[in-house]
Every structure is written in C-alpha cells, then in structure tokens.
C-alpha cells in the first residue's frame, strides 16, 4: 500500500499517528492494527503473571530500543516483556512509547540511521516492508519447537512473527435480540432485514482492510474458504442491497464502541476488543465469533538495527506463551501464541479473537492480496478506498 499514509502502526482510533487518533479525513487506506479502536476501552486491571525465569539470568552485556507503540499497550508490554527481559538476560531495554510510520521506517533504513531495534507492525505493514527489504529476517532457529509450533501459522512470516490476534465480529444488542431468540449468525443474516430488522453499523471502507469486503461477500453466499482473491465488483453489488439498512458507517472505534454503548444501533460489525469493553461494563450486547474477520500485529526488526542479536532475542522472549498469557491478562488483545491459553483463567481466554474455539470458524484476513498490485501498479487496498470512495457518495 504505497498510499498517502501507510504507517506501520498507525490507529484509526487515533487523533494522531503518536498516540492520540489520526484524522478521520484521512480517507486513504493504510494497514490496521490491533489497537485500532481500543483507546480507552481498558486499562491494566490485573498484574502479570508472576515471572520465573527459565534460565540462569545472563549477564549479558549490551542494550536494545523498543517501539512499543503507546498508552496502556506500552505499559502492559514493558510489565509483560520489558522488565521480565532484562531480569533474564541482563540486556539493558529502552522502551520507547512510540509508533513507527512506514515512512519513517524506510527513512531510517534508507539512510542508514536506524535508531531502533524492535518494533511492532501490522500484517499488511509487514508484507509491504518486507516487499521494500525494510526488515532483518526473523532467527528462528532460537526459538523452541513447542513455542514456535504454537504460534498461529499466519502470522509466522521470514520478517516477521504474531503479537497478537484480533477480530471484525457481529454484536448485538441482547435487548433487542435476546439469547434464546431469533437473531442473525452469519453476514447471510446479517444482511436479511426482514427477518432479522433492526438498525445496523458497518465499517466504513476508507481503510481498505477494514473494510466490509469479506462481509458483504459472504452475505452474497461466497464460501469461506473461496474469499480470495476478493471480487470487488461482486462486494460492492453486495453492498447496494444493505446500503438503505445501514445507520452509520463509522470510521473509528470510538464511533463504533458509542453507537453500542448508546443503543443506537442493534446489531453491528464491530472491533471485539470494544465489544468486549462495554460487556464488560455491563453493557447490554452479546459478540458473535462466527464468520469474525481476524488480522493481527507482529514484532519484526529494521534493517540494519544497531543491536540485532539481542532484538531477536527479545522477539523469541516475548512470543513464548508464558510472556503472552501475561500481556493478555494486562490487556484484553488475544495472544498469537496458542500455548498462553494454557495459562490463562477459562473466562479470560474466551474472550479473544485468536481462542482456538473461534478460529475455526473464522475468516483470516489476506494481507498479501490486501498488499499486491495489478499492472498499473494500484495496490488492491488502494483500488478498494478509491472505489469505496466513489460508492458511498452515490
């Protein structure tokens, strides 16, 4: 996606690229992460695991400069990762509680000024430096075969490995659809107003990969496993039939997270870790895991990082299942690493995306269609934001 502003990191939620959100005029597409529309949606509410090394601490001479994005995500990583990192290796961390834009990546690199060693991206973002050779490929010959095994297969690329895994799923308003009765589980539902009324809430398409592409196909009866390559033409002829049902099209999660809160509207595509915010508040809505779109954030490493053998070392550390348990119990984004729901409290597990429950009826998010251009050298998440563009003013 080699767009007007295709930040590695960059949040929607946010009103800035540095922690706060980015601006909603932005209408080009750029890869989500999985803070998208969390700001806010939950502090550190319970400590880590408690941390016992698994080796003797090694005092281990050397340093290492983390982008750890902002906010509670970076006060959960530096309790989960950091700390815990440095007690076992003896590697001094600089955390940095900072986003790293494409643009500033391929800066750095370019012009050999690499200031960082560690930094987290999105799927997309990752498919796109590694196409440009912004990335040090991943040592995966440290990493222990049952963590390694462990770790969700898409999100194992030769530049980057998972972080965390997040889902696009349906909510509903359990006022108006009440468990035990009649509602919509799948987007084929979702999209029969007649059986199924109620006032509803799509994302926007003005960033291209959370976008409802995949919704809207399989609601016009597309298989699963036959999504991709995605046919634009079919989503948005798909898209016509619910464009008259749809109460808002939100850009941003805090849009999302107050049409809910508010009972605006009573059934809705929606970011989990919002969803399960307000449930958590007490809020009177209910996820639907079937058919949920996951995508996920990764670690990777700039090229040319000034202390590589220790960045790997880090990444190995805080992908192992232990670290990950920890993080998500800090922070509610579901781990990677499928070994942490070993270790995580029943209750807590269920509650994330990547829970092997749910992944078996979800739809993985193509971040490498996402990111592949035709003969005129348009990216397909361009092509979608340019059309969606044209769409929704119709």
Known sequence: MNLIDTSLTCDPKKESC??????????????????HFMHGASAIAVGALSYQPRRTVA???????VALNGGDYAKACIEAYVKPFEAETGVKVTPIAEEVPSSTLELMVSTNSVSVDVIPVTAGGAALASKKLLLEEIDYSIYK????????????????????????????????FP???????TWAE?????????VRTLTSGVYAEAGPWEQALLADGVPADALYPLDIDRAFASLDRIKP??????????????????????????????????????????????????????????????????AQKFIEFITRADRQAAFAKLIPY???NRNAYKLLPVDVGRKFASHPDYLKSSILSDAKWYTEA?????????????????????
């Open 334 to 336: 579901g781990p990677a």
């Open 59 to 65: 005092q281990s001479s050397g340093e290492l400069k």
């Open 179 to 185: 468990s035990g009765k009649p509602r919509p589980a």
């Open 18 to 35: 540095k922690g706060q959100d980015i601006e909603e005029e932005q209408t080009m597409s750029m890869p989500i992460n999985r803070r």
């Open 245 to 310: 049902h749809i109460r808002k099209w939100f850009v941003t999660g805090s849009e999302n997270q107050q049409l809910l809160h508010d009972k605006v509207v009573d059934v809705a595509l929606s970011y989990d870790g919002r969803a399960i915010a307000l449930m958590d508040q007490g809020a009177p809505i209910e996820v639907n895991r079937n058919q949920q779109k996951v995508t996920w954030e990764s670690w990777a490493i700039p090229k040319g990082a000034k202390n590589l053998q220790n």
């Open 374 to 394: 035709g003969s005129d050298g348009v990216t397909n998440s361009e092509r979608l934001v340019r059309r969606w563009n044209e769409w929704i003013l119709q």
């Open 145 to 176: 075969k049952d963590e390694l095994d462990a770790i969700v297969d898409v999100t194992k690329t030769p530049y980057s490995i998972g972080s965390i895994i997040y889902g696009l799923c349906m909510v509903y308003n359990t006022e108006k």
């Open 190 to 198: 979702f999209w029969d107003v007649s059986k199924y009324p109620g």
